[in-house]
């Protein structure tokens, strides 16, 4: 038990000593790259909207995701895309764009470990818990608007 | 004849001598403040190879064969080859080896390595066990971050307190013929845990398990940190060594100008390696360059190396536990200030 | 064509949402994965209350290239399916509504993956 103590003193004190790094500069940059990645959507989709007018909402957004994943997918390929969430952290993350490259990524990655088991099982390492979550929360909502 | 024994300190009276070392490192390590210490620097990260897994063999394969050249020995001349790596099953060294028709024996201490198989291959040397044998050690960047962190071209930021994996391998020949800096004592340490659960922390959790051995070692050897000319750290990089340096304070040990971190010293601050490079390759490229090198010019006269692993694997992490850590000391002394 | 304004709007309201991943990001040390899973639960959620509809009409791009508006094509294709369908619905709904982004993202990362070659961080 005096570990636990002696563990949690270093702790803190560990918590202290890290330098403070500011915050502001990485938080500006996810904003203003974030914010364009989604401009850019805005002016597919409009762009989209107004060359086949006959086309649903839905799916010009449909149209509209899978050219910004596309382009996440082909920087991640020409090794850019790491620069670019390297500096703008969640800005490339909390888009589409993060799904994408979460995939491509590893897919790139472990190719040398062959086709089937490399590139094919590991692709889904860290975009797997997402489409896992959000399938069985969707499912849990339409449960809930089955009853109600 | 019986070997004078510390607590955790063995005392060499035969002189193994490392006779012949070698280093080689990646482009990045090439432009970093010891470009013009390495034996090496390759600007090819896969080193001819397909993959960054079979360059890192190479890597030790290079350094391994630079080192007996440097000792201007044949591989016939060397009875045992001591090395470990980073990779799970540490398949770098064991592939490396399996080229070679010498007996091999693999270890592990993470980044702790270099030490570990410096300390040991002494011990095996000073009994008379065995004449020459090779120690080695490498680390990737790339093999690295794919089995510890992310894939490489996942677009994450790195934490603050991360550290950059040094590619790079270092191998020495010692002997207990031939001439060279003198491995007088080694400390092996015991492995320490402060309940540091941050994988991207590894300085804070490595540096009480440098304070115990450093402390084991001051106290067997009865020394004080400015009986050296130089103490190295590992890897623990610039937290972890500000860490040792208060934890070493409150126990009353002060170290001075003459303590330095490899981490700390082999990347230049513009190379935005955040708290500075770990790895086995960090301390084993540094020893083998500049400090072995002054080592041999009498400009250093007796250095304490203490190299520090962090002992995680991907699986204990996950799990939620802490992160252990070690550390071995060696002390080499010049041929020269007898 | 849409007034300028609407991209400002987009442009604020994209970046607010990313701003807050950033937070995330340095308060908790949350990995890429984390951060994805948080922000798709959280779409599922404004999309099972009702609100998502609403905001998307005010931000457009601004919250739907944001992963957020793939849990919320989730919720609301099990939602819609469910209504249509019945049982059935809860099961074919979500995956079948976004199955154009999931599909792009495997494909591209297929096809990529096999053209490139994984590079070493040069930073």
Known sequence: ?148 | MKRELGQQTVFFKNKPKIIGHYSIVGPKEGKGNLREYFSEIEQDDFFGQKTYEKGERVMIERALEGAVKDANLSFDDIKLFLSGDLLNQIISSSYAARKYDIPYAGVFGACSTMAESLALGACLVDGGHFETVACATSSHFSTAERQFRTPLELGSQRPPTSQWTVTGSGADIISSKGSGPIITCATFGKVADFGITDVNNMGAAMAPAAMYTLIAHFKDTKTKPEDYDLILSGDLGKLGSEILIDLMEDKGYKLGLNYKDCGQIIFKRNQNVLMGGSGCGCSATVLNSIVLKKLITGEYKRVLFMATGALLSTLSAQQGESVPGVAHAVVIEGEKNE | MNDWYVYLIVFLTGGTICFIGQILVIKTKMTTARILVTFVLLGVFLQAVGLFDAISQFCKAGINVPIIGFGASLAKGAINAVKSSGILGIFTGGLSACAGGIAAAIFFAFIFGIIFKAKTKKM
């Open chain 1, 1 to 148: 038990m005096q570990d636990e103590v002696r563990n949690k003193k270093y702790n803190s004190y560990v918590e202290a000593k890290i330098a403070k790094t500011h915050a502001w500069p990485s938080l500006f940059n996810a904003f203003w790259v974030g914010g364009l990645i989604c401009v850019f959507g805005q002016v597919c989709n409009d762009l989209i909207l107004m060359w086949f007018p006959s086309i649903s909402t839905q799916s010009a957004w449909a149209y509209t995701l899978i050219i910004i994943i596309f382009i996440a997918a082909l920087l991640t390929g020409l090794g850019v895309f790491d620069k670019i969430g390297a500096f703008a952290g969640a800005g490339t993350i909390v888009p589409i764009t993060g799904f994408s490259n979460s995939i491509t990524s590893p897919a790139l990655d472990f190719k040398n470990e062959g086709i089937i088991f490399g590139m094919c099982a590991k692709m889904f390492i860290i975009a797997g818990p997402v489409i896992v979550s959000g399938t069985v929360a969707s499912m849990i909502v339409g449960i809930i608007y089955l009853f109600v």
